[in-house]
């Protein structure tokens, strides 16, 4: 079975959140544990994830949307972990992880991914 098979598979499988909130909590603490790194702050984790802010929970969703982007275009985990965490140069020496905090960087991380995906100059 593909990864992706067993992705989805995991997905439908996976217990029903009960808002958004515990979604969001849950999403960061995958995205942590597959890039080794932390996602969630001391302080945010110490408020709980229904009291995280807007903006904390669109930079996970900003950073989920450009996993599963990489994901989907570098079809290995191991490459997209490498990749969300190398310097890029068409993101002025910033890796993906850190240009996905602001909207703006994560629009310019999918994008260069796309380019990717479909052959063309980032």
Not at 6 to 28: F, M
Not at 50 to 64: F, H, M
Request: a negative charge; aromatic letters at 6%; proline letters at 5%.
């Amino acid at each position: 079975m593909a990864q992706n098979d067993e992705d989805i598979n995991a997905l439908r499988s996976a217990p029903q959140h009960k808002d958004e909130a515990e979604a969001v909590q849950t999403i960061a603490e995958d995205l942590e544990l597959q890039l080794g790194t932390e996602i969630i702050s001391a302080e945010a984790r110490k408020r709980g994830a229904r009291n995280w802010t807007t903006e904390e929970q669109q930079r996970i969703t900003r950073l989920a949307q450009v996993f599963t982007t990489a994901e989907y275009v570098l079809r290995d985990r191991h490459d997209v972990c490498e990749w969300m965490k190398s310097p890029h140069p068409e993101l002025e020496g910033i890796p993906p992880l850190e240009a996905a905090m602001t909207e703006a960087g994560a629009q310019r991380a999918k994008y260069i991914l796309n380019c990717l995906f479909f052959g063309l100059p980032a």
